[in-house]
C-alpha cells in the first residue's frame, strides 16, 4: 500500500474485554514495529518484528500483550483483559531491513479503556 | 545504555522567529539519527534523518540539523517559524550495527504565537 495502516482509529472497549489492534505495513518493509504513545509522554517501544519473526519482545509491559506478525506483513497486537492504564495511542511503523532508513509510521489507534 | 534527551519538553515562539530544539543521544555505538514531526491526531512524519557525510543536514519546511559528534548532540533549527510549524517534535537514533530499534524522545512541544 501507499502508507503504514492501522485500524481502527479509535476503540473504546470495557475493562477487562481483550482488543486486536491491526497495522498493514508498507509492501515490501520487511521491519515492523509497534510503539505506545500515552498522554503527554514519548513513544515506548513494544515490540519489533523481522519478517514473521520477533527478535526484540523487550517493550510487552506484561503478559496481558502479545503480538504476531504473518506472511511477512500483517501484524496484530492483543491485549487480555484490558486494563484502564492501557489507554493510549498505539502506532505502528514499518521500514526496510537496511539500517539506514527511517521508519514510516501510521496514524495509530486511540485505545480507551472505560 | 542506548537514550534520546529532548531537554526542552514545550517551547513557545512567535511568528517569524526562529527556534532551536535541542536533542542529545547516548549509545556506544554509532548511530544514525532522525527527527520527526506529529501534527494532531496523526502518526509521525520523518522531517530529515543523519546517515553519514556532512553534518549538516536540511529537511522538509526549512528545518535543518546539524549533528555534533563530540557534544553528541542533533539540535533542530529553523529560522523563521510559521503557525502551521505547530506541532509536537522528536529526535530518534537506531544503531548503525543492529537497528533492532529507534529509540526516541519524550518529545517537545512547539506552539508558534501569532
Known amino acids: 500500500g501507499a502508507g503504514v495502516s492501522q485500524s481502527p482509529s479509535n476503540k473504546v472497549t470495557e475493562k477487562g474485554k481483550d482488543v486486536e489492534l491491526r497495522c498493514d505495513p508498507i509492501?515490501?518493509?520487511?521491519?515492523l514495529y509497534w510503539y505506545r504513545q500515552s498522554l503527554g509522554q514519548g513513544l515506548e517501544f513494544l515490540i519489533y518484528?523481522?519478517?514473521?519473526?520477533?527478535?526484540?519482545k523487550s517493550g510487552l509491559p506484561s503478559d496481558r500483550f502479545s503480538a504476531e506478525r504473518t506472511g511477512g506483513s500483517v501484524s496484530t497486537l492483543t491485549i487480555q483483559r484490558t486494563q484502564q492504564e492501557d489507554s493510549a495511542v498505539y502506532l505502528c511503523?514499518?521500514?526496510?531491513?537496511?539500517?539506514?532508513?527511517?521508519?514510516?509510521f501510521g496514524q495509530g489507534t486511540r485505545l480507551t479503556v472505560v | 545504555a542506548q537514550s534520546v534527551t529532548q531537554l526542552d519538553s514545550q517551547v513557545p515562539v512567535f511568528e517569524e522567529a526562529p527556534v532551536e530544539l535541542r536533542c542529545n543521544y547516548s549509545s556506544s555505538v554509532s548511530v544514525y539519527l532522525f527527527w520527526y514531526v506529529q501534527y494532531p491526531n496523526q502518526g509521525l512524519q520523518l522531517l530529515l534523518k543523519y546517515l553519514s557525510g556532512s553534518t549538516l543536514v536540511k529537511g522538509i519546511n526549512g528545518f535543518e540539523a546539524e549533528f555534533n559528534k563530540s557534544q553528541t548532540s542533533f539540535h533542530l533549527r529553523k529560522p523563521s517559524v510559521h503557525i502551521s510549524d505547530t506541532a509536537e517534535y522528536f529526535c530518534?537514533?537506531?544503531?548503525?550495527?543492529?537497528?533492532?530499534?529507534?529509540?526516541f524522545g519524550t518529545g517537545t512541544s512547539l506552539t508558534v504565537i501569532p
Open positions: 509492501s515490501g518493509h520487511t521491519a
Open positions: 518484528f523481522q519478517g514473521n519473526s520477533a527478535p526484540d
Open positions: 530518534a537514533h537506531r544503531d548503525t550495527n543492529t537497528g533492532n530499534q529507534f529509540y
Open positions: 511503523a514499518s521500514s526496510l531491513s537496511r539500517l539506514n532508513t527511517e521508519a514510516f
